[in-house]
């Protein structure tokens, strides 16, 4: 199987695991050791099984207040990052996207009213160990797609449902789950 490096992982309907249920993941690297992507459509507010957990009030009303937050996946919850489309200002991580740990930039998704354009602040990540994702992906869990700016342009409650659209499913009438025939 080629490199899924710079493609989107969308969750099939029938993913019930309650992290990557419809997700739509960035795959940030993919080599002999295994897999690490981003989940980019669902804001940490969203995700109950996160902030139950959490013993701080103060940070606990921040997640549940804040739609700038993203939830990037179960692993490292405790490390933040930036997405944003590449301006070639970072590291070349990239071609589409790049990450970054700028404070200034965090500080200013968090408190301005306006977060800036084309970018989302992620915590944790998500990441599968050598062949594991290819199992998945053989077993029928996942759909791949080539990178679109869609991860910024279509609002993250609509970006599943519009990515699976456009491999003729339906997230209503899906019915059965994964195999290989």
């Known amino acids: 199987m080629k490199s899924l490096k710079n493609k989107l992982l969308i969750s099939m309907p029938n993913m019930v695991d309650s992290y990557f249920a419809k997700s739509v993941i960035f795959i ?3 080599d ?3 897999t690490m992507g981003i989940i980019v459509n669902k804001p940490i507010s969203q995700m109950k099984i996160i902030s139950s957990g959490i013993k701080n009030k103060i940070f606990e009303d921040i997640l549940n207040e804040s739609e700038k937050i993203y939830f990037g996946g ?3 919850l405790n490390e933040a990052c930036i997405v944003r489309k590449n301006t070639g200002e970072a590291d070349d991580f990239s071609e589409k996207i790049e990450l970054s740990t700028d404070l200034d930039l965090i500080q200013k998704i968090l408190f ?3 977060t800036p354009k084309d970018t989302k602040l992620i915590f944790g990540h998500a990441s599968w160990d050598r ?3 290819k199992d998945e992906i053989e077993r029928g869990d996942w759909l791949i797609q080539n990178y679109s700016d869609s ?3 279509i609002p993250p ?3 599943w449902k519009k990515l699976i659209h456009m491999f003729g499913l339906d997230n209503y009438s899906f019915i059965g789950a994964s195999g290989i025939s």
């Open 157 to 159: 409650k609509d970006l």
């Open 28 to 30: 940030c690297e993919d």
């Open 151 to 153: 991860i910024f342009n």
């Open 32 to 34: 002999k050791n295994g």
């Open 112 to 114: 301005s009213d306006k």
């Open 74 to 76: 179960p692993v490292n």
């Open 131 to 133: 062949d594991q994702l």
